[in-house]
């Protein structure tokens, strides 16, 4: 083995991409030391860490978003780098300034470039004078005349945006002059209660587009490459479900002209490391919607496409090492998707799922990854985000890909919490996605996609139910008794029948 | 011995013989088995063999199956008849709303008497960082609310009762 970038590393994060940079670490000869709050002992990346430190209670805010604790668990443990993963202090400009200060690395970028990316309209600006297409839209508005001139100039539909948001907050799109003002005033509201910032500006809202965005990586020697495109089009509020790599709508000249604009966005910031620029994409054009500072859930997709390790390209970049390679010609190698496993109950308006997964068998054979936190045993709780898995797969085109991860779903089992694996094996069946016909508003134009079971496999689940039923009957042990241990069943089924349309409602979407 | 089997808003008649099962007038030879240790069942039916996961649930099973979750209640024909001879004790009876989730009561969204459609939001619940609203799967009258804003529910609290419209 090489010299390791690093001898020992702290991984500031928890599930499925703490399981994934102590991966990289193992592959590379690096020590990994894994922080946890008390909820996450026994988790997944504590045991596959070689070293671990308690941080504090299960609060986030006391444990993985306390910058303090991560720094001090880093000096106690000797380890010289900080992964950040994604969420928590990522994209915390503060938390990478403190960690160079303490005399350690951070794998990301500069703290200038993730502030510069982090303010919205500053991004705007900064991207405009980069020649990178944005949205067409205003700076921040101070007042109602300053927002009708700048709507006049713009065009309705038009939307309405936190200068300092994300995540829908402070966002209303707005469809003529007279709805404006009242619009603009709940905005400002809604923006100074969400960011403690009330600035808003405007940019006109595009109908159905495709979020499109292009992976980048930098080192410290001014080379900036990209790999390609990921879509991720289909979204709920904002959150990315499923990904894919090579966008259906992407060729080869066109991936030339996103990847070279988004080299340039990551130039006009000073980047390093791993980064991806987001687009949104509609009648041939594409615009920078922002800049993801930090490693994406949905790398995997660019990995297998490429054959490129993003995380350890991250960790010896940051360590001072220059890329060394070229991106080759012959990118994207077939076709890689990734489906994201949330414990979430896709027929119960996706509420969150808690609970001890009792059984846990991932997929395998040709071509499938699991990136996974979760394990049997592991009880899942409601501090974190619920993510729990990513099921990713590498085709020889899209159709093999798809059938690939249809397969994978049915052979996917976990037991005790309800997981999103049936929405997502709904999508591998549904013409449009098939099709490539997909936009940000793929799930609310599909409200068909969770219907109920069709008849084939209602008959067998009938069938086995009532050859159970006479087993549990004639058993002398009854089933019930087992299944005392098991209250999550008992009350989503009592919420499920609750549900007071007739006993009927079962496994029913309102 | 018959069952109705309901699910997914089919109620299916399954009758056991000697060697199976009846349903739809077809005979099917059909066995399950259980994977030791496991929620893990083999169900054949002839040659075909049909990978599941069941689960026992208060009135019936919970199944996993082609990889969808299918809650089904299962009653045999003589509770199925004693039911239909006394509908007013089913369909106008209360019924409870029970906390699918730990977390916080945020708001409630309506009040004690009140109608409320298909659809309508009864109670927010914060959990993992998000906003969770529970809404009436049918029409109802809310008969009595249990939960009370800004206190924390555990899995199955009970959150409110219901009266269910006739018909």
């Known amino acids: 083995m090489n010299q390791p970038p690093f001898p020992r590393l702290l991984v500031a994060n928890r599930g499925e991409i703490a399981v994934r940079v102590i991966r990289a670490c193992r592959e590379l000869g690096i020590e990994s030391v894994a922080v946890y709050s008390e909820p996450d002992r026994l988790a997944p990346h504590v045991l596959q860490a070689d070293l671990s430190v308690p941080i504090g209670p299960a609060r986030a805010t006391e444990s993985y978003l306390d910058g303090g604790k991560l720094i001090a668990a880093a000096r106690q443990t000797n380890a010289e780098a900080i992964h950040p993963g994604y969420g928590f202090l990522a994209e915390n400009p503060d938390f990478a300034r403190a960690v160079g200060e303490a005399g350690l690395v951070f794998i990301g970028p500069p703290p200038e470039a993730i502030a510069a990316m982090g303010d919205k309209t500053r991004a705007r600006t900064l991207m405009q004078d980069a020649g990178v297409p944005v949205v067409p839209g205003s700076d921040a508005v101070t007042g109602g005349q300053d927002a009708a001139a700048a709507a006049r100039d713009i065009g309705f539909p038009l939307m309405l945006k936190a200068a300092a948001g994300g995540g829908g907050k402070g966002m209303r799109i707005v469809r003529a002059l007279d709805e404006l003002e009242p619009a603009l005033n709940r905005a400002r509201s809604e923006a100074e209660q969400a960011f403690g910032d009330p600035r808003v500006y405007l940019e006109r809202f595009l109908e159905r587009p495709r979020h499109i965005e292009i992976q980048v990586l930098a080192d410290g020697f001014g080379t900036v490459v990209h790999l390609g495109e990921r879509e991720c089009s289909i979204q709920r509020r904002h959150q990315k479900l499923i990904e894919e790599s090579p966008s259906p709508v992407v060729d080869e000249a066109l991936r030339e002209r996103m990847g070279r604009v988004a080299i340039e966005a990551a130039r006009a910031v000073g980047y390093q490391g791993a980064g991806t620029v987001e687009f949104l994409f509609v009648d041939g054009e594409f615009y920078f919607l922002e800049m993801n500072t930090r490693i994406q859930v949905e790398h995997p997709v660019t990995e297998l496409v490429t054959g490129v390790d993003l995380v350890q390209e991250q960790i010896r970049v940051a360590a001072g090492s220059p890329l060394g390679w070229e991106p080759d010609p012959g990118w994207p190698l077939g076709h890689a998707i990734e489906c994201r496993i949330g414990g979430e109950d896709p027929f119960n308006g996706f509420l969150p799922s808690a609970g001890r997964i009792t059984e846990l068998e991932a997929p395998a054979g040709p071509g499938v990854r699991w990136d996974s936190g979760i394990s049997a045993g592991y009880e899942v709780g409601l501090h974190y985000d619920p993510l729990l898995a990513k099921l990713v797969v590498h085709g020889a085109d899209r159709l093999q890909a798809i059938n690939r991860m249809r397969r994978s779903l049915e052979e996917l089992h976990v037991a005790g919490i309800i997981t999103t694996q049936s929405f997502h094996l709904a999508v591998m069946e549904e013409p449009d996605f098939l099709a490539g016909r997909l936009s940000i508003e793929y799930v609310d134009d599909h409200p068909d996609l969770l219907r109920d079971a069709d008849l084939p496999l209602l008959e067998a689940a009938a069938i086995a139910a009532v050859l159970l039923e006479e087993e549990r009957r004639d058993t002398p042990r009854p089933e019930s008794a087992r299944t005392d241990g098991r209250p999550r069943v008992r009350q989503l089924s009592g919420w499920q029948r609750a549900g007071v349309t007739d006993g009927a409602g079962w496994g029913r979407r309102s | ?167």
């Open chain 2, 1 to 167: 011995m018959k069952y109705y089997v309901t699910g997914a808003g089919e109620t299916l008649l399954v009758e056991t013989t000697e060697t199976g099962v009846r349903i739809a007038d077809r005979e099917l030879d059909a066995h399950i088995d259980t994977v030791a240790g496991s929620t893990r069942r083999h169900l054949r039916i002839g040659e075909r063999g049909i990978p599941l996961a069941a689960r026992r649930a208060d009135d019936g099973w919970v199944m996993e199956i082609g990889g969808r979750v299918v809650g089904l209640a299962i009653e045999d024909e003589r509770t199925h008849a004693i039911r239909e001879l006394a509908p007013g004790l089913g369909a106008g009876a209360p019924r409870e709303v029970r906390a699918p989730m730990a977390g916080l009561v945020l708001r409630l969204e309506v009040s004690e008497g009140q109608h409320v459609d298909s659809g309508t939001a009864l109670i927010v619940i914060e959990a993992m960082k998000m906003e969770n609203e529970l809404r009436a799967q049918g029409p109802g009258t809310v008969a009595s609310i249990a939960a009370k804003e800004g206190t924390t529910v555990n899995p199955g609290d009970l959150l409110l009762t219901f009266a269910t419209e006739e018909g």
